[in-house]
């Protein structure tokens, strides 16, 4: 598979609650869904960059945070509908959410957020929010963490 149809991403979590925070994107095509709209803090890897470096710089250009510099646990991969793969790693972080700053795209000559929210979700909401190809990402972390999740269930349960 091409470089150009492969993206890296976070998913940051915290523990008390155990939560994930997840992304919904900006712009016209994501306003006002919810239901399979969200992701992941996400983008492209770049040619002759490493998974790990576009992750990083993928979640400082949409969120205005630093990448955490935690421990990362590798998360493994996925494959959306179009076919693009993505390669995750969870981190246990806590952020400021007043100074979520997020990049901007322009389409037709307006800008837009990348990202117009980030949200603390329980591993069911996020679920629900993220895209389907996605979900496997909590379920590998909580097995990981320890916490009933399996790798190989079902988004539906």
């Not at 496997?136 to 009933?148: K, M, Q, S, T």
């Amino acid at each position: 598979m091409s470089r150009l149809m492969r993206s890296a991403g976070l998913l940051p979590y915290r523990l008390d609650p155990f939560e994930v925070l997840i992304a919904h994107p900006g712009g016209p095509f994501f306003r006002g869904r919810d239901q399979g709209a969200w992701s992941l803090v996400k983008g492209l890897v770049k040619k002759n960059e490493s998974d790990e470096s576009a992750a990083a710089r993928e979640f400082e250009e949409e969120t205005g945070w630093r990448a955490p510099e935690a421990q990362w646990v590798a998360l493994g991969e996925t494959v959306l509908r179009s076919r693009k793969v993505v390669v995750a790693w969870a981190v246990e972080q806590e952020f400021e959410m007043s100074s979520f700053n997020p990049g901007t795209f322009t389409l037709h000559g307006r800008q837009y957020p990348e990202i117009d929210r980030v949200e603390w979700s329980t591993p069911k909401l996020a679920r629900y929010r993220l895209n389907n190809a996605q979900g496997v990402f909590i379920a590998r972390l909580e097995a990981h963490l320890g916490l009933n999740g399996s790798p190989e269930r079902s988004l539906d349960e």
